[in-house]
């Protein structure tokens, strides 16, 4: 399925938040994950995550580390503030506002998907 | 497929031997030429080439783990990084304080200024400066001729010169009609103020107004130069790093015409040629003319030479902070009452406008990624010092104001310290909580960039409204 691009955009800083909160990782994890979660519908760029994340850590919702585990390469581990729970549970009554709405406009029902549990 | 695209992705690799298939130098040598590449781009740094090399070498090894071979799984990991075009575009958004450093005007803009005095020059800055220069001869002249005073001419300078700049900055940054008709409104605005103000010839309030309005015109110059985004964040920073490079390049430039005029005094001394005229003519246009070219060298120029406000304010910063706390401790001790004068005040405005422009460069310069360190800690004591001076003479000024009574210079002076008080004060605090953890740097950020509009509005209050008060004497 292809997704719009500004759909795509708009859901970036919700999901990145939303992979960290379960837990710190790096970059290309993050991405991974991505595709598992969506699989594969959700189409990014694997460069544009960068740009993003850096964005995050500018506004102070998440924080950074170089580290180099045992027996991998090192790599920058990001890891979500309070102040990115935060913008997460936020982001999560927006899109549960945007999820109800649609669903009303299109038929009575909410959306069948689950956003958080706002 | 991905090939073709791959492939123009990562440009300037040579052409693969595909037949043989590819041993783990050629990839290690393939991925050194796209590290380089990216390295290569603007808005990026040495950490996120890191990082994304990392990206690129689990991405590979992933695919290689899947079945592919080393060549295919580098194609493709290339391919699904997609367009390093749009990625150093997205960092260069992110980090234009990097971009300004490392400079990136858009192509054709390099192409411009390689190509240098072409007519996109002469229309974006050559006759912007002319015209500048002329209209300052044009209104020496026509007030010469009626014989009139030196005051208006005064009063009236930075009207006759900043225009041109923001026309040029206008031009070179592409203003839609509806910009272009906002950029004019303050202009207009206070030549009308200005020109219909009844001043006592050389009364203090014109006086004040010559000196406020230049500066006030300055912010005006903020539409031109953020091309109209006027809440953004970053474009005013920006506008806040461009003043402070145009202050360096127009000294500079000055230093330069200065010896020029001088030595051609002394060399045209023996042909008896009047030098007053190099003084009336050259000298006058030269400055007003170099002012709409040193803001095209801070734009055009960037690229060439780190910029200076940021180097200058890392080494003054600790000279300032050791001598403003050793004053500070010194008054403390010995009290203020001795000393004090009514001159003090301007003394001190001086010294907290100082404090400030470290401060605001200070803050410019930083990346806002950077963990708290002693920079930091060196400008907060330099900031605190000030602070503590100048609330006590504020004290003593307030204790006696009664005594001495309101005059426009004391209200200029006043409003000017406590408007530079608030700003370092909140900026202080500010900078105590991002020390303890408590706030990121983008707070400080936010604080500087969202205060410049009080200071605008100081300055149209000493221009507009404080002559009224005082019957314009």
Known sequence: MHIDKDLVAASATPLALGILAEGENYGYAIMKRVRELSGGDLEWADGMLYPLLHRLRRLGYVTTEWRTPPGERRRRYYAITDEGRAALADRQRQWAAVARTLGQAWGGDPLPFALGEA | ?473
């Open chain 2, 1 to 473: 497929m991905a090939t073709p695209d791959a492939a123009r992705t990562h440009g300037r690799v040579p052409g693969p031997n595909r037949h043989t298939g590819r041993r783990d130098d050629d990839l290690e040598a393939d991925i050194s030429q796209w590290r380089d590449w990216v390295a290569s781009r603007p808005g990026v740094d040495a950490e996120d080439v890191d990082e994304l090399e990392g990206h690129l070498r689990d991405q590979v090894v992933d695919l290689a783990r899947a079945g592919l071979v080393p060549d295919e799984a580098f194609l493709i990991a290339v391919k699904r990084m997609g367009s390093i075009d749009d990625l150093s575009h997205e960092f260069a958004r992110e980090y234009s304080g990097r971009m300004w450093r490392q400079l990136a005007l858009s192509d054709d803009a390099t192409s411009e200024s390689s190509t240098g005095w072409g007519v996109g020059w002469w229309t974006e800055v050559g006759l912007w400066a002319v015209a500048a220069a002329v209209a300052v001869q044009v209104a020496r002249l026509v007030t010469g001729l009626s014989d009139g005073e030196p005051w208006w001419l005064l009063t009236n300078a930075s009207l006759l010169v900043l225009p041109f700049l923001a026309g040029s900055l206008a031009q070179r940054n592409g203003l839609t009609r509806r910009q272009w008709l906002l950029t004019a409104v303050p202009f207009v605005g206070a030549a009308i103020v200005v020109n219909v103000s009844p001043f006592t010839p050389g009364g203090s309030t014109q006086i004040l107004v010559a000196a406020h309005l230049p500066v006030l015109l300055w912010f005006a110059l903020a539409r031109p130069l953020m091309a109209g985004e006027m809440a953004s964040r970053e474009r005013r920073m920006d506008f806040v790093r461009f003043s402070g490079e145009w202050i360096i390049y127009y000294t500079l430039i000055a230093l330069g015409g200065g010896v020029l005029v001088g030595l051609a005094v002394v060399i045209l001394e023996p042909t008896g040629i009047d030098e007053d005229w190099l003084i009336t003519w050259a000298l006058p246009s030269g400055a007003a003319g170099a002012v709409v070219v040193a803001a095209w060298l801070v734009q055009a120029k960037q690229q060439v030479i780190e910029n200076m406000a940021p180097v200058l304010t890392m080494v003054f910063t600790p000279l300032f902070a050791v001598m403003l706390a050793g004053a500070a401790v010194t008054y403390a001790i010995t009290g203020l009452d001795a000393a004090f004068d009514r001159e003090l005040l301007g003394v001190f405005d001086a010294m907290m406008v100082v404090v400030l422009g470290l401060v605001v460069y200070g803050t410019s310069a930083r990346d806002p990624s950077r963990p708290a360190g002693w920079m930091d800690r060196v400008q907060l004591v330099a900031v605190g010092s000030a602070l503590a001076l100048d609330v006590m003479v504020l004290a003593t000024m307030v204790g006696r104001i009664g005594a001495l009574g309101f005059t426009p210079n004391r209200v200029a002076a006043l409003g000017l310290n406590l408007v530079v008080l608030v700003n370092l004060a909140g900026a202080a605090w500010l900078s105590v909580r991002f020390l303890a953890g408590r706030v990121p740097f983008h707070r400080l950020e936010g604080w500087q960039t969202a205060y410049l509009p009080v200071f605008a509005m100081w300055l149209a209050i000493v221009v507009g409204v404080l002559p009224l008060l005082f019957q314009f004497t």
